[in-house]
């Protein structure tokens, strides 16, 4: 793995600086037998060249200690950048301890160098190219100055994520919060996609559960399934309201006073009520501007405050139009892209009458018009069983 390095998204860092014309007598032997040495004097500008990177603390990511079993560090990383080289141990013999650059018996630390081919303006990538070539160098710091590659400031900015999620410990959270407050919309990108790169790679843990376990330190135990507002909402609201009732007065509140309804959740939301056909899921990453375009629409049509509280960028209040009758709080995880809800929050007995009291009319509406399929055939065969006539709305 090199830090930083996102594949093919990029073009090839450049080749840092100018370095010496040489190489030490056991590359020079290793050349003469007509293998591929790519540190030889006349092929090192072929490829892209990496260091070992120093091995941080061993916690996961976010500074949590590493899924039992597995080390987080248990996958050898790479670097280019000069200061966070990992030295090698010294050899008992200066004259063993020879660069494989410039051939001399190096009085400071050795580093452990890799590479891999160099893409050429105009050329076809081959499958599998792009993997580390075998062969391991042993280069001294001022011979590796000038062979590593230039990193871009979106690769800078990845390496200094993957620093501070896995070895800041708890103040992660913190430095995080105040890079995305002083970052700009294209570094706000690369944060988002790394924080999801992250989630992702933690060592035995699934996408979600990374994210999960550290908001949980944080918020207590949440529901272990994501789900898109409307659920979360009618997940606190059961028994006495469905998720239909909760996405079915919302979309109507929205149809009445001529809200937008034609994008992401809402207008597929709308598709189905309108169908009569199930709901649909949010999708997998969902995109925060997609949620809180529907906590802005629920808590006009419903007497609710929503709190929807990001592990990155913090808390936002959605405050309904008139006074609210209780609040809900949801998590959103910005890694992963999804909502969770506190297991247990529901709302009161006394609460949700009032709220029944108070949507009576609005609900009735909601569910002569968007009523499942499913259960107006119920209702029909119910109907005809005793004789009694069914007009559909």
């Known amino acids: 793995m090199i830090i930083g390095y996102i594949a093919d998204t990029e073009e090839d860092p450049k080749q840092s600086g100018i370095i010496a014309n040489r190489q030490s007598n056991e590359i020079s032997t290793l050349v003469s037998t007509g293998k591929e040495i790519p540190i030889a004097k006349d092929r090192r500008t072929g490829y892209v060249w990496v260091a070992a990177a120093r091995a941080g603390p ?90 590593l590659g230039v990193q871009s400031e979106a690769s800078k900015l990845r390496e200094h994520l993957y620093r501070v999620v896995s070895e800041e410990g708890q103040s992660a959270v913190e430095i995080l919060k105040a890079l995305w407050r002083n970052a700009t919309a294209s570094m706000r990108r690369v944060i988002t996609e790394e924080l999801r790169h992250f989630a ?36 606190a609201m059961a028994p006495f309201f469905s998720v239909r009732d909760v996405a079915g007065a919302s979309i109507q509140y929205g149809i009445e006073n001529h809200v937008p309804l034609d994008t992401g959740i809402l207008s597929s939301v709308k598709s189905s009520l309108q169908q009569r056909l199930p709901l649909p899921y949010a999708p997998t990453p969902c995109a925060k501007v997609d949620i809180v375009k529907c906590l802005q629409l629920l808590t006009l049509a419903w007497p609710l405050r929503v709190e929807l509280l990001d592990m990155l960028t913090g808390s936002e209040t959605f405050e309904p139009k008139h006074e609210a009758v209780a609040t809900l709080k949801f ?4 890694g992963c892209g999804q909502l969770h809800v506190q297991t247990g929050q529901k709302l009161e007995k006394q609460v949700l009458l009032a709220l029944r009291h108070q949507t009576a009319e609005l609900l009735k509406t909601c569910r002569e018009a968007f009523s499942s399929m499913e259960s107006l055939i119920g209702k029909k065969r119910m109907f005809k069983s005793t004789g009694s006539s069914y007009r559909s709305s």
């Open 58 to 147: 061993k916690r996961g990511v976010g500074g949590e200690p590493p899924a039992q079993g597995h080390d987080h560090n248990r996958t050898k990383k790479y670097t280019w950048n000069l200061e966070e080289m990992q030295p090698l141990e010294q050899y008992e013999l200066l004259e063993d301890q020879v660069c494989d650059v410039c051939g001399r018996a190096c009085t400071d630390l050795l580093y452990e160098f890799r590479c891999y081919k160099r893409q050429r303006p105009g050329s076809t990538r081959q499958i599998g190219e792009r993997r580390l070539h075998p062969c391991v160098s042993y280069i001294s710091k001022e011979c590796g100055r000038g062979l």
């Open 331 to 334: 998590i959103y995880l910005p």
């Open 200 to 235: 992702r790679t933690e060592a035995g843990e699934s996408q979600k559960g990374v994210e999960i376990r550290k908001a949980e330190a944080v918020h207590g135990t949440l529901h272990p399934v994501s789900l898109d507002p409307f659920r979360c909402t009618a997940r």
